[in-house]
């Protein structure tokens, strides 16, 4: 049974930090490319940050110099550390693992955690 199971959203203040973690199972996890969506009321699910099963990331514009997307492939997890959090920022964020080969797919989604931030 695959699980990726989020923590780490709150409310905090504009210009504070919170630290977003997502622990998988069930799937192989350091052949994954894993990722963090967000969508916030009203709008479309957008893609935040992406780190490849080779370590390759790449983030959205407007979270450049801000968010921190890392992987921990012995604990299976993967982290999401945002700074100088605005309020624009607040949205239910999501992990996702996907993988693709010529023999398998796969495209799993977290439950999602809220993230508010104050201005």
């Known amino acids: 049974q695959v699980r990726l199971v989020e923590s780490g959203g709150g409310l905090v203040q504009a210009g504070g930090s919170l630290r977003l973690s997502c622990a998988a199972s069930g799937i192989i996890f350091s052949a994954s490319d894993m990722g963090w969506y967000r969508q916030a009321p009203g709008k479309q699910r957008e893609l935040v940050a992406v780190?490849?099963?080779?370590?390759?990331?790449n983030y959205a514009d407007s979270v450049k110099g801000r968010f921190t997307i890392s992987r921990d492939n012995a604990k299976n997890t993967v982290y999401l550390q945002m700074n100088s959090l605005k309020p624009e920022d607040t949205a239910v964020y999501y992990c996702?693992?996907?993988?693709?080969?010529?023999?398998?797919?796969?495209?799993?989604w977290g439950q999602g955690t809220q993230v508010t931030v104050s201005s």
């Open positions: 996702n693992a996907k993988k693709v080969t010529a023999f398998r797919r796969y495209d799993y």
């Open positions: 780190v490849t099963s080779g370590g390759v990331t």
